[in-house]
């Protein structure tokens, strides 16, 4: 199965903010739940303000767990 390309260019985009030094983990709260998440998000600037670009949130328990590799 593919990869659709919205996918490839977002996790291009984490990779160069990795490279630059530009991700940080901010702690935030589920829009749904409420509970908290620990997000993965890219750093940028908008003249004076810092921007969060959210990429994805950390696992809560065992990842591997959660996950069903590729066949």
Do not use: K
Not at 32 to 46: D, F, S
């Amino acid at each position: 199965m593919a990869i659709p390309e919205g996918y490839r260019r977002n996790f291009e985009t984490l990779l160069r903010a990795a490279e630059h030094g530009d991700l940080a983990l901010l702690e935030c709260r589920d829009a749904a739940t409420g509970v908290p998440r620990y997000v993965i998000c890219a750093v940028g600037r908008e003249e004076r303000d810092y921007v969060m670009t959210p990429f994805g949130h950390l696992h809560d328990g065992n990842p591997y767990n959660a996950y069903v590799p590729p066949a």
